[in-house]
């Protein structure tokens, strides 16, 4: 079995992240969906909730796919030896991610000291233009129809009932 680590803040998560799943779940055995929570940045939703949101998408999406999410505060290699993993997915969307994760490419294989590859898949075209950020900044504005143009619908009216 060939099991593949794919993590991100998933802040909130965008179809962008779940175009990335549904191929990465084509191309591993297994895919383990790591939620990072890093004291270093604000978040608009808890890890927790993000972790529940993750597995409720994958249920729906991908019943029956063996797929596993859950909460990672440290690095992602540190996880990935231990849980002996040694790929890790990652989505593109353009130049300036390319860039970004190409560095993180080589931060990561600094800290390894076991062979952990990182597979780059570039994004749908249709969701290059995509971010939480983008999603975050929309909902702040109060912009919660847009938001659902890059985000789950039911995200999206959660957050703006105030129930997330």
Not at 115 to 132: A, G, M
Request: proline letters at 4%; charged letters at 25%; a neutral charge.
């Amino acid at each position: 079995m060939i099991p593949a680590i794919y993590a991100g803040s998933f802040d909130p998560v965008t179809f962008g992240h779940i175009n990335i799943i549904g191929r990465a779940i084509k191309l591993f055995d297994q895919l383990i969906i790591i939620v990072g929570d890093n004291t270093d940045k604000k978040y608009m939703l808890d890890q927790v909730t993000r972790v529940a949101i993750l597995k409720s998408l994958c249920k729906k999406n991908w019943k029956g796919m063996n797929i596993q999410i859950m909460g990672w505060n440290g690095l992602i290699v540190d996880f990935a030896k231990e849980a002996q993993i040694n790929y890790c997915v990652r989505g593109i969307r353009s130049g300036t991610d390319t860039d970004y994760e190409y560095n993180m490419y080589c931060v990561n294989s600094d800290l390894s000291d076991f062979y952990f590859e990182t597979v780059w898949l570039p994004c749908d075209p249709k969701f290059t233009h995509v971010s939480s950020s983008v999603v975050r900044h929309l909902v702040k504005l109060g912009e919660y129809e847009m938001a659902k143009k890059y985000s789950p619908p039911f995200i999206i009216d959660e957050i703006k009932e105030g129930r997330l």
